[in-house]
């Protein structure tokens, strides 16, 4: 069975960090580009980052240049969200998403497989 | 960044019913838009990429229509269990981004 599953989620102070890990399982992790999804309480869903098969480009949404890290460990089949310097506006939930691609008349991506999502609290 | 505008941000609507929701990109995206359904407390699926091409195991009452700047996703035949907020996502350049989300509930 394909699936991500997510972890590390938790009540940090502002300024504080905290390591998100996503686990794959059921497909070959390494052929995929991967995603970080967020969705603060009430609100709609914002993508985070995005990272490569071999971890050669990521990238990032503004408000987390600088201070998230996205990564990944193949040999692990895992993904990781590192943020720093949290602030009260990073409180959400956390997804991993799969970022398949369809080869058409050009290349076309979309989050075909998503994880459970995981708690990120900041406050003091 | 490209702005996804969504309408309506909700809807009411009954069982049998045809849905129709859409999204407009503030600049031409081809039709790199996925539309993605969420229910309170879960995870979102994905129900079309590509702005019209089904994810296998969809049921076919979803359809996604459109290319360039305006983008919709029909429901034929509304179900019980059709009742959610749904979002659209461009995936053309960065930063992706996500429509603020339509919420479908029952009249």
């Known amino acids: 069975e394909v699936q991500l599953v997510e972890s590390g989620g938790g009540l940090v102070q502002p300024g504080g960090s905290l390591r998100l890990s996503c686990a794959a399982s059921g497909f070959t992790f390494s052929s995929y580009w991967m995603s970080w999804v967020r969705q603060a309480p009430g609100k709609g869903l914002e993508w985070v980052a995005n990272i490569k098969q071999d971890g050669s480009e990521k990238y990032y949404v503004d408000s987390v240049k600088g201070r998230f890290t996205i990564s990944r460990d193949n040999a692990k089949n895992s993904l990781y969200l590192q943020m720093n310097s949290l602030r009260a506006e990073d409180t959400a939930v956390y997804y991993c998403a799969r970022r398949a691609m369809v080869l058409r008349s050009s290349i076309y991506y979309y989050m075909d497989v998503w994880g459970k999502g995981t708690t990120v609290t900041v406050s003091s | 960044a490209i702005q996804m505008t969504q309408s309506p941000s909700s809807l009411s609507a009954s069982v049998g019913d045809r849905v129709t929701i859409t999204c407009r990109a503030s600049q031409g995206i081809r039709n790199d838009l996925g539309w993605y359904q969420q229910k309170p407390g879960k995870a979102p699926k994905l129900l079309i990429y590509?702005?019209?091409s089904l994810q296998s195991g969809v049921p076919s009452r979803f359809s996604g229509s459109g290319s360039g700047t305006d983008f919709t996703l029909t429901i034929s035949s509304l179900q019980p269990e059709d009742f959610a907020t749904y979002y659209c996502l461009q995936d053309y350049n960065y930063p992706q981004t996500f429509g603020q989300g339509t919420k479908v509930e029952i009249k």
């Open positions: 590509a702005a019209s």
